[in-house]
């Protein structure tokens, strides 16, 4: 990705919490690692975005959700993400009113 649409993204209060919440569903890492996969973007996004990474990332992932496929049908998978996805969004939202 080019710098400057990582930098035109994280500056974003909203765009960059909904890039980092996809992020988090995308790498599957363990949640002691992610927060320092999240350092790497301490200087780019805001403290919102990296909260929603590190909240949604180990709540909803790529792996998770093959795991609750076993478990649920596909409408409560979607709605379980869908969920954690706006919960996480407006904690991230508050946490940039609050600080920014």
């Not at 649409?5 to 909904?18: A, R, T």
């Not at 890492?29 to 975005?49: H, K, M, R, Y």
């Not at 709540?59 to 869908?82: P, Q, Y």
Request: hydrophobic share 65%; charged share 10%; glycine share 6%.
């Amino acid at each position: 990705m080019p710098r400057e649409v990582l930098l035109s993204v994280g500056s974003d209060p909203v765009l960059g919490i909904l890039a980092m919440i996809a992020l988090g569903f995308i790498v599957a890492i363990c949640s002691s690692v992610d927060a320092f996969f999240a350092l790497a973007f301490a200087q780019t996004f805001s403290p919102g975005a990296l909260t929603a990474f590190l909240v949604a990332g180990p709540m909803v992932d790529i792996k998770m959700v093959a795991l609750m496929r076993s478990t649920f049908t596909i409408r409560a998978i979607a709605l379980i993400c869908l969920v954690v996805s706006i919960l996480t969004f407006i904690t991230g939202y508050i946490i940039n009113w609050i600080v920014l």
